[in-house]
C-alpha cells in the first residue's frame, strides 16, 4: 500500500491533508458491509436456480472493465488537491453501459463494483435496452464551494469521456450528485466533440435536454411499487402507515407521493436524525422546516427518533431510501414493518434479508423499487436521439406501465420458483442477460 493512499499514515501539514483527504484510505468496512461481497452473494442465490453455462455465469460474477483516475483539482485558495474516481462497467451484453455517478468521502471500488452490477440487473429487469455501469469520486461535495465542484467535476468527465459517450456509457446523478453536475459534464463532452451532445448523460435540467419528470422519477417509482404490493395484499392505502429513511431527492418525493395516495406518514429521518408523528406528519410543514434548518431534526410537534429506531417502527410501508447497508443482521429481527420498499441501492444485508424474508416481510427489491430514475433515464435519452420533447403526463404513464409491468413479472417468477421478491428479480434479469450473451454469441 503507497503512503499516498493511505489515510492511517498522518503526516503533519498541507500535503498530508490533501493527499490524504482527497484519496481516502482502504475500505474499512465489515465483510457482511462489503457491498461487491453482497451483490456476488445475491448473484450466486439466483444463478443457484437458473441453469446457466458455467462460462456466462462466472463472467458476470466480474465487471468487464474498470478506470480508476487520480486527478488534481485547483481549489478556491489556490492549493491544489488531488482526488480518485472510477467509473465502472459491468456488461454491455445489451447495450451502451448506464449508471449514475457518485460523490462521496468513502466511496470504495468494491461499492463502484457492486452498484455497476446492480444497474445491469436494474436494466435488464426493467427490459431497457442497456447494460449497467456506475462511477464514483471519493469526495464530500458539502465540503466544496460551486466553483470548486464544477473544477472538479469537469476534469473528472474529461478523464473518463475516454469512456462515456451517447453510444457507450451514459452517466446520471447518484448520490452526491444532481442535474447541474450533469450540465457540467455533458458541457465538458460537448466542448472536446465541438458541438453539443445532450444525450451523453441524463438527469440533466430541462432546459438543455432533460426529461419532464426525472428528478421525481425514482421516488414515484418506488410508489408505484408500494401501490402494487398493497393491491395485491388487498390493503387500502388509507389504513397503512409508512415511515421513510432518507429525507433526500427519492424520499422526499416518495413520501408526497404515498401521501396523495392516501398513505399516512408517521416518521421521516435524514443523516442527522428523524422525527415520529403517530398521526401523520404534516409534509408541507416538514419541508419548510426543512429548508430552513437544513435537517427534520427539531421539526415541532413530532417526536425525535434516531435513524435506528425509525427502521423498527411499527409501520405498514418502510421505505429505505437513505443509503446501503442500513438494514443488517444486528437489527433486521427488530424491523417491524410488513412492507419494506427499497428506495436506495443495497439497504439490506444479504444475512438481513434472511432473517427478514424467514419472518415473511414482503420485500420490494431495489433493482426493482428504485427502477424509476432510470426508467426515466431511458426515456430523457430517446427523446435527446430524437430531439424530442414529450409532456409530463405521458412519461410519467409510461414509467407506471413499465414497473408496474415489472412488479408483476417477479411477482409470476416468485409463485413459479418458490423464491423470494429479491431472488426473483435477479433471476429474470441474469436470465435475460444471459440470453443476450447466448445470441451474440463469443467473439471471435
Ligand atoms: N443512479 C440511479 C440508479 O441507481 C439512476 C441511474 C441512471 O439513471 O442511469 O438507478
Known amino acids: ?17 490533501s493527499i490524504s483527504q482527497a484519496l481516502g484510505g482502504p475500505p474499512r468496512l465489515g465483510h457482511e458491509e462489503n457491498p461487491y461481497v453482497n451483490a456476488l452473494a445475491q448473484f450466486d442465490k439466483a444463478v443457484g436456480n437458473l441453469k446457466l ?20 483539482v485547483e481549489m478556491d485558495t489556490g492549493e491544489i488537491h488531488v482526488f480518485r474516481g472510477y467509473r465502472v462497467h459491468h456488461s454491455t451484453a445489451k447495450g451502451p453501459t448506464k449508471g449514475g455517478i457518485r460523490y462521496a468521502p468513502d466511496v470504495t471500488l468494491d461499492e463502484v463494483r457492486a452498484l455497476a452490477m446492480l444497474m445491469t440487473w436494474k436494466c435488464a429487469l426493467m427490459n431497457l435496452p ?7 469520486v471519493l469526495v464530500d461535495p458539502k465540503k466544496l464551494s460551486r466553483r470548486e465542484l464544477e473544477r472538479l467535476t469537469r476534469r473528472y468527465a474529461t478523464e473518463i469521456s475516454i469512456l462515456i459517450g451517447p453510444d457507450r456509457d451514459i452517466p446520471a446523478p447518484d448520490m452526491g450528485t444532481d442535474a447541474q453536475v450533469m450540465a457540467w459534464i455533458m458541457d465538458t463532452y460537448s466542448m472536446h466533440s465541438g458541438y453539443s451532445v445532450p444525450a451523453v448523460v441524463t438527469g440533466k435540467p430541462v432546459e438543455i435536454g432533460g426529461s419532464l419528470g426525472r428528478t421525481a422519477a425514482t421516488g414515484r417509482g418506488v410508489v408505484y411499487t408500494i401501490e402494487e404490493a398493497l393491491r395485491l395484499k388487498g390493503v387500502d392505502p388509507k389504513e397503512t402507515t409508512v415511515a421513510v429513511q432518507g ?10 407521493c404515498c401521501a396523495e395516495s392516501g398513505m399516512t406518514i408517521v416518521a421521516v429521518s435524514d443523516s442527522s436524525g428523524g422525527v415520529y408523528r403517530g398521526d401523520g406528519l404534516d409534509l408541507l ?9 437544513g435537517t427534520v431534526v427539531g421539526f415541532r410537534g413530532a417526536d425525535q427518533v434516531t435513524n435506528e429506531e425509525l427502521l423498527t417502527l411499527s409501520t405498514d410501508v418502510l421505505v429505505t431510501a437513505a443509503t446501503g447497508n442500513q438494514i443488517t443482521s444486528r437489527i433486521a429481527d427488530q424491523v417491524r414493518a410488513k412492507i419494506i420498499a427499497e428506495g436506495a441501492n443495497g439497504p439490506t444485508t444479504p444475512d438481513a434479508d434472511e432473517i427478514l424474508v424467514n419472518r415473511g ?5 431495489d433493482i426493482l423499487c428504485n427502477a424509476g430514475g432510470v426508467t ?35 411477482m409470476g417468477c416468485c409463485d413459479v420458483h418458490g423464491v423470494s421478491n429479491r431472488v426473483a428479480a435477479q433471476m429474470l434479469a441474469i436470465q435475460r442477460i444471459s440470453d443476450a450473451i447466448a445470441i451474440r454469441g463469443i467473439y471471435p
Open 1 to 17: 500500500m503507497s503512503d499516498s493512499v493511505d489515510n492511517s499514515n498522518k503526516r503533519p501539514g498541507k500535503e498530508a491533508f
Open 53 to 72: 453455462k458455467r462460462g456466462i455465469a462466472e463472467m458476470l460474477r466480474y465487471p468487464k472493465r474498470e478506470l480508476s483516475v487520480v486527478f488534481p
Open 130 to 136: 442497456y447494460g449497467g455501469a456506475k462511477g464514483g
Open 247 to 256: 429525507f433526500g431527492n427519492v424520499g422526499t418525493v416518495a413520501a408526497q
Open 285 to 293: 410543514a416538514l419541508n419548510r422546516h426543512k429548508a430552513e434548518a
Open 361 to 365: 416481510v414482503f420485500i420490494i427489491p
Open 376 to 410: 426515466v433515464s431511458y426515456l430523457e435519452w430517446v427523446q435527446d436521439l430524437q430531439s424530442f420533447m414529450w409532456p409530463l403526463d405521458q412519461i410519467n404513464r409510461h414509467l407506471r406501465n413499465l414497473i408496474v409491468d415489472a412488479f408483476h413479472s417477479v
